[in-house]
């Protein structure tokens, strides 16, 4: 069978199975549409929080992006995992003690105000939204990169099987949804890797291949071998980075913090039994998350390797099948700069923009050697090569010779990932809408069954809403994943730390603090990354402390804390039915099942 | 919360002593000491090996290696996020044990 075959087999059977669990595990209360009834053992929910938190971006691009980046890319894989201690130390097993179903739920209570439940309310919409919209593109450009269909046509197929099973199931039907895209997408990811590690170092297990030495008799360590490579184009070595340590420590901060602040990871520490099963399956995500954390960077380092190698100097006639079947997606380009008909791998763009081909009678024009010509202005580095990050993963099945079915794999790997982080997103969204503003504010005695209406219908809007943008990506795309960590870990997760830790801090203190730290977060990525306010987007010199927007979320922390701290001791303290709720959320004993009014 | 304290209270206190709240109250405060006492431990580890070894040091520890790779960038990419789901179990190990303690199991 061809590649297109199998991944329309295998995508159409993992879509079943999810249905087939939607169907299975419907919500029939609110309070299993919100948190699964409280009953999810410890190492399903590790495995659907992985499920949740690894995204289309986490699967798709982030080995590209540590690929090109190198040593610079350690700030997403010890920022998108150190955040998992925080939340394991600080936040899980005592939100789980409080034992409300969402975070507007406990800053609320916490705060004894609707304004604080408000505050926290809009940051939980604006921080899923901005995160969901990635999402349902993902699905849309699986989908068309594998099946051959329309991007747009692959978000309306994502968003019907979001549609459907989030809508039924509601945390219960996507909580073991997750569980089963967990296993689909680690599967995707570690076959490849392995054949890789296989052919490249001769170590089955590609944490150990990274560290080996190459398999041709050279005795050279790979990465050195790798270094060598990057000097010798002009790059710089692949293990030294280049940003500024201060930035470094920024973007891992503030992308650790963020992590531990997003509610859609919090939540899912509502579903389980007690605050034990809380702090073990924080563990267990944890792990089932570093397994393709400490993956990716080996998979960069071989696919770099590869490319580089495959690449430098020879040929373009001589370029092996993917090399122009990716050409044809436009995630890969040559222009021939030097006109010698051999490619050219240099630092700096090879062109301006994403490479958009010329076309003929509807067909891409094709220059000399075959190779598609694109339409983008040339640059004046000596870079003849444009090669998209996503690619890493991609092709890695082809580039490794890898059988057709595994090639399909990946893609439902891909899709798996990006379904199951935008279900996770879109429930906190319906959530936010039927709990936090209806139940909460505006229509206290509604019955269950009414708000479980709610729920479905709020559910509803935020996937139409989330396909909108799917198919019309804002502008700001590129900018959103940093806003939504930035504004998480500026927000969130102060309030929900001295909530717990510091008995004194009342209203006063961490409403201003939000409010302040989100602003300042808000203002700074408005003009330092999208240059609204300003004539021009400012350069680094300008940035605050040398630190870019991408970190800025923990200076935008660390004000939100000492705001915070310093308003609270000027005001009243917490009225004692507070303080109490403090002391009770200390002890794990008598948590009992997550608790409405 | 008041039904909690009750059940804390040891089943026969001593009368004129401390009143069985002062002593559930004092139970809980060294619980809360011993927790913070481990958090602060664990998190000076969780600081040390992602932003000492992997950021602030990393240079320094490139001198040496591990197998293949410099050692400090084989903690920005690898040694930190082992530790990381280390410290979660060990966490959730000294947690169970000082809960058995101090009698706040579930």
Redesign the interface.
Known sequence: MDVQAWTFLIVGLTFLLYIGIAIWARAGSTKEFYVAGGGVHPVANGMATAADWMSAASFISMAGI?SFAG?D??VY??GW??G???L???LA?YLRKFGKFTVPDFIGDRYYSNTARTVAVICAIVVSFTYVAGQMRGVGLVFSRFLEVDINTGVYIGTLIVFFYAIMGGMKGITYTQVAQYCVLIFAFMVPAIFISLNMTGNIIP??G????VNDGSGV????KLDQLHTDLGFAEY??GSKS?ID??AI??ALMVGTAGLPHVIVRFFTVP???DA??S??WA??FI?IL??TA?AIAAFARTNLIDTMQDKEYTAMPEWFKKWEETGLIAWVDKDGDGAINYAPGAAMEGKPVAQLKDGLPLRGDYGQVMVANAATTTENEVYIDNDIMVLANPEIAGLPNWIIALVAAGGLAAALSTAAGLLLVISTALSRDLMRMQIKPNMSEKEELWWARGGAAMAVIVAAYFGINPPGFVAATVALAFGLAAASFFPAIVLGIFDKRMNRQGAVSGMIVGILLMFGYMAVYKLGWFVDEVPSKDSWWFGISPEGFGTVAMVVNLAVSLVVSRMTPPPPQSVQ?IV??I??????GEAHDH | ?IL?QE??APENAPTGGPTPEDLAQKK?TA??KE?LSY?VA??AV?FVV??GC???F?EQL?NYR?????LG??F???G???V??L???V??YL??RL?DKY????
Request: hydrophobic fraction near 50%; glycine fraction near 8%; charge should be negative.
């Open positions: 540590i040593y890319g350690s894989l010890m995992t150190g998992y201690v925080l394991a130390l600080l097993p944490q150990l990274f560290i080996s030495e360590a790979l990465l050195d293990t030294n340590m470094v420590f891992t901060f007690k605050v034990k702090r073990i924080a563990g944890l792990l570093a954390y400490t960077p109490d002391e009770d200390r002890i794990p004993s008598g948590a | 919360m909690d059940k804390l809980r619980y809360w927790n958090l664990l998190l969780w992602s932003y992997g950021i602030l990393v490139n591990i197998g293949g790779a410099k960038f084989w920005a990419q690898q930190s996020i082992y990381f789901v410290l979660i179990f966490y959730v947690m169970n809960d009698g706040f199991g579930e």
